[in-house]
């Protein structure tokens, strides 16, 4: 299956935009999967392996992947050099969610691999009026 972004106006979009598409594509991938290999990544993406190596290359300096040495099976031997799989970084990125609740606001810190990192909330005076909510929730951001 290929994927080709296409702007409002129906021109194809630029590379740049294309390569944070397919990016995404692949960290979801890593996400669901667990550790795959770089082929297994292009086969699934119907991308070259260069282009996934450019990617898992950008994404190995950023620090959101890893380079895991695949488990042997014992019940097989294996020739040649070991193989490697790409696995996902969870503390390569983290995500901040906010839910605004009746009286209470909740926040939640999650990792790059969809795991609750932090929790806290905070109740709020629903007799706020909107013109002085803004600035009841900078100071109590600060505290």
């Not at 193989?83 to 909740?106: M, N, S």
């Amino acid at each position: 299956m290929s994927f080709y972004a296409v702007t409002e106006t129906g021109n194809m979009a630029n590379q740049s935009l294309v390569r944070h598409i397919n990016e995404r594509r692949l960290l979801g991938i890593l996400r669901v999967s667990g550790p795959v290999s770089q082929a297994e990544l292009a086969r699934r993406l119907s991308l070259t392996r260069a282009s996934i190596t450019g990617m898992i290359d950008d994404l190995l300096a950023r620090g959101m992947v890893s380079e895991k040495a695949r488990e042997a099976h014992p019940e097989r031997r294996d020739v040649g050099r070991p193989g490697i799989d790409i696995a996902l970084e969870p503390k390569g990125a983290y995500f901040f969610g906010v839910e605004i609740g009746v009286g209470v606001l909740r926040f939640a810190l999650l990792d790059l691999a969809a795991g609750v990192a932090e929790t806290d909330e905070m109740p709020f005076d629903r007799g706020l009026k909107p013109d002085r909510w803004w600035g009841w929730w900078r100071i109590s951001w600060r505290a």
